[in-house]
């Protein structure tokens, strides 16, 4: 039995109040995406701003589960439906074969990582976490052994007595994991938990929470714009665009193998060649993608082995990111391509004088990716 | 003026110097004379205030003389009664405001709790005196339920006009606490399980309650220092009663000890707010 399955889920905000749209959704017309995630109002009225189009999905129970996308492709607002704070306005949500689309949030077993972590101020860190277990009325003693658990998995015991207020975000953002998971729900909501911390934190933070869905074996749902973080984590990722699902499944899948030419370009650079490009240099009409880093750049003179494809333009542009350094390429067939090269051997001066040099682009035709134009 | 650019400080000081001026003369001074007052001595025969004539008489007669003591026990009685009614009134208002109407109703509603500030204090007292009195619109709604009147002579018309009065200052405080909890919170508190009495409950009112206790300073003060409202809709003396009394046939003396008692109350008040964090919400 999956952990959750989506039926057909469709949100629509705004539009005539309290009329639920007919239900087999999923051909809404009209306005699509632009709905920033919980922000009813604000739209003409009468017009519903549509911010989940019809989503069908199954997760596995125990799976680290990613839903990408930018802002506004409806992926929070499916979170939040599956958390039970917006009300679908079409389809249902199954929590472990259970329908819980009409069930308030307080009666679902799945708890919440929320982005600005929606800790009481009013409250100790200790009260914070037992809050879940006190409400549901787990007697003292019980609750106290949990609380020191949980707190101990996020790495923060003996911080019972502080306050929300006098801890960093890293740390706030471990206090609102371990009121989450002292409950031992089958699901864990994640809204992009690591949003608001710094680089290196999140991705101390990536490994740690990584480690700790192993080891407390529950579902992870988690909603992320950052397509580095969705690879790294996920054991399959959906990508959401305009309130669809874009493409579904493991990170390589996606990488690798992007459906559209949408996830083409989220989920990585969009390195697209169409047209007449893509046929003088591949050979064959409609839309490929070249990931940068599987392209070498090599002398124009040089001829390309018999598996190899090839193009020759100019460098426009270099930009030096310390490890790598990113060309942009014009090629003389038209478009651009992007090629990221490890600073093995290059200086940065090396390397920034490259701009304005003709060069020649090869790389193996098993990394050409066709792409469909949905 | 170039000069003045670097010094920073000096340009602060002579920005203040006026305003702060004119505060510590006219009213920390005021302050002073009025403490120094309840020190000195009145003439008995010319009714004259003499100065640097220190005694305690006028504090030994506040502790012996019981109606003294009764009229100042009646005042913080009233004003608890006043603080507590307007609080019970003022939170489902608020509520409603901050959290359940739409944008439009809540701008409405802002304004409908702010236009009675706009009106003469004067006029609505006297609105109130021409319901209350014999006759008048509360005695016709009543008179059907076989009940009679208040009349003018009630205390607790006092009671019930400086509620009315006072009600906005306790709303809007209210509003501003319950309007700042972050949706999030509520939202945290119902995933962890929490039905809606019981969010209400462990986070609305703790979060709200410094708010709670920023507009009972209004209340609290406002009705300690009135004496208007109890002479117009009751025959019952209040503290400020007294003190306007004396001040201006009686002892003046007298009437600068008794002020000072609800100025002693109010420090203490201000100090236990500041503790239960009502200065936050204001």
Known sequence: ?374 | MTWLHPRRGLQLRLLLAGPIGWLGVVYLGALLILLLNAFWTKDSFTGRVEPFSWTLDAFDSLITVEVYRTIAIRTVVMAILVTATDALIAFPIAYYMARIASARTRGLLVIAVLMPLWAAYLAKVYAWRTIIQGKGPLEWVLAPFGIAGPGLDEIANTWLVLSYLWLPYMILPIYASLERIPGSLLEASSDLGARAGSTFRRVILPLAFPGVVAGSIFTFSLTLGDYITPDLVSDTKFIGNVIYDNSSLGSLPLAAAYSLLPVAIMIVYLLVARRLGAFESL
């Open chain 1, 1 to 374: 039995m999956p952990a959750i399955r989506l039926e057909g889920l469709v949100k629509h905000f705004g539009g005539e109040p309290g009329r639920r749209a007919p239900a087999g959704g999923g051909t809404a017309g009209g306005g699509v995406g632009g709905a920033a995630g919980g922000s009813p109002g604000g739209s003409a009225q009468n017009e519903a701003i549509v911010a989940v189009a019809g989503i069908d999905l199954e997760i596995v129970d125990g799976e680290f589960f990613s839903m990408l996308g930018p802002s506004g492709s409806g992926k929070t607002t499916t979170l939040r439906m599956i958390a039970g704070f917006e009300r679908p306005t079409a389809g249902r949500i199954v929590l472990h074969g259970r329908d819980v689309t009409d069930l308030p949030p307080f009666e679902r077993d799945v708890n919440t990582v929320f982005q600005d972590y929606a800790l009481f101020p009013h409250m100790s860190v200790g009260e914070n976490v037992a809050y879940g277990l006190m409400v549901r009325k787990v007697p003292r003693p019980e609750r106290e052994v949990r609380v020191a658990d949980a707190l101990r998995m996020v790495r923060l015991e003996g911080y019972e007595r502080r306050r929300p207020g006098q801890l960093s975000g890293g740390q706030r953002q471990r206090v609102a994991l371990a009121r989450a998971l002292v409950n031992r729900p089958r699901v864990l909501l994640l809204d992009e938990p690591l949003g608001a911390l710094d680089l290196k934190l999140r991705e101390e933070m990536q490994i740690e929470l990584k480690a700790i869905q192993q080891a407390v074996g529950i579902t992870f749902i988690y909603v992320t714009h950052d397509q580095e973080e969705a690879l790294t984590m996920s054991d399959r990722l959906a990508v959401f665009n305009r309130g669809r699902i874009e493409q579904l499944g493991t990170p390589a899948d996606v990488y690798e193998r992007p459906a559209t030419r949408f996830v083409a370009g989220f989920v990585g650079t969009s390195n697209l060649l169409t047209g007449d490009s893509a046929r003088a240099i591949i050979g064959s009409a409609g839309t490929f993608t070249v990931r940068p880093e599987k392209i070498h750049l090599v002398d124009p003179a040089a001829t390309p082995g018999p598996d190899e494809a090839s193009a020759t333009g100019t460098i426009r542009e270099v930009v030096y990111l310390g490890p790598d350094t990113r060309y942009i390429v014009a090629l003389d067939a038209g478009g651009e391509l992007v090629v990221t090269q490890q600073n093995l051997a290059t200086s940065s001066m090396e390397a920034l004088a490259a701009k304005g040099r003709v060069v020649r682009l090869t790389w193996k035709r098993q990394h050409n990716l066709p792409v469909g134009d949905g």
